[in-house]
Nanobody, 121 residues
């Protein structure tokens, strides 16, 4: 069982930055690929970024490429999402997810509760 807790969300002006963190309660964090997803009001959940177990491979949605960076610290059981040049359309609840397989689809086995990110124009 993997428990995930996101933090770092909040209200920021367009053009600003936020860093999301996701702490995992699991002994073998380095065995899991990690992903970030988001869901805006009235929209389906969408893929944002994913990172392999070692951190050597990363995937990004086209909408965030060049602005967001996913990283992980296996010693701290934590995955991060650095978000720069934020836009109002980035407003959503952001979720982290864990799975034994690296993927950009939503079929992750474990999910956090989410953290709200609001970008004002």
């Amino acid at each position: 069982q993997v428990q995930l807790v996101e933090s770092g969300g909040g209200l920021v002006q367009a053009g600003g930055s936020l860093r999301l963190s996701c702490a995992a309660s699991v002994r073998t964090f380095s065995s899991y690929a990690m992903g970030w997803f988001r869901q805006a009001p009235g929209k389906e959940r969408e893929f944002v970024a994913a990172i392999s177990r070692s951190g050597g491979i990363t995937y990004y949605a086209d909408s965030v490429k060049g602005r967001f960076t996913i990283s992980r610290d296996n010693a701290k059981n934590t995955v991060y999402l650095q978000m720069n040049s934020l836009k109002p359309e980035d407003t959503a609840v952001y979720y982290c997810a864990a799975d034994l397989t690296l993927r950009s689809s939503g079929n992750y086995a474990y999910w956090g509760q989410g953290t709200q990110v609001t970008v004002s124009s």
